[in-house]
């Protein structure tokens, strides 16, 4: 018999010398680590174990937190700021009922809302300019007007150049 077979017999004897003294709706769980050879992570988990609870468990009783980094929070967070990010760009959905959906439908949401935008101030610079041309080439109106408008203009324009045809 293999080392490691050996192993997974004593940890399961171990677990059920445990569980025997625990209540009968404990729950119990081992895990066992490498640091930095995640390759070699043992987990053990006892039948109908919710692997939710044991996170929740480790985040009450261990110290973990939102605040604390870890790749798994990492990879989350990059996961919903990817969703945002495509769903901005109305690109890459995420699988059907994929969690990642809703953020995925946050992205587009105000991808949506810039393009709607964007047009509205492309209309309003236009109709803007056709005033201006309309009150340039009929002459006697207040300069002052004449030229808060063309300041308007020039700010729409520079925002207009950052966004795509």
């Known amino acids: 018999m293999s080392a490691v077979n050996r192993f997974h017999e004593a940890a399961d004897s171990a677990l059920v010398m445990i569980s025997d003294h625990l209540p009968p709706e404990a729950k119990l769980t081992l895990a066992i680590y490498m640091p930095g050879k995640p390759e070699q992570d043992i987990v053990f988990k006892g039948p109908?174990?919710?692997?939710?609870?044991?996170?929740?468990?480790?985040?009450?009783?261990?110290?973990?937190?939102?605040?604390?980094?870890?790749?798994?929070?990492?990879?989350?967070?990059?996961?919903?700021?990817?969703?945002?990010?495509?769903?901005?760009?109305?690109?890459?959905?995420?699988?059907?009922?994929?969690?990642?959906?809703?953020?995925w439908d946050i992205g587009r949401a105000e991808g949506e809302l810039q393009e709607e935008l964007v047009r509205a101030l492309r209309l309003a610079r236009k109709e803007l300019d056709a005033c201006q041309r309309v009150i340039h080439y009929a002459g006697g109106f207040d300069p002052a007007y004449v030229n808060d408008a063309q300041a308007a203009l020039k700010v729409a324009d520079a925002v207009l150049e950052k966004t795509p045809a």
């Open 48 to 103: 109908a174990v919710d692997t939710d609870e044991v996170v929740n468990t480790l985040r009450r009783r261990a110290g973990l937190s939102l605040d604390g980094d870890n790749g798994y929070k990492r990879g989350v967070c990059d996961v919903i700021v990817g969703s945002l990010a495509a769903g901005k760009q109305n690109t890459d959905p995420p699988p059907a009922d994929h969690w990642a959906q809703r953020f």
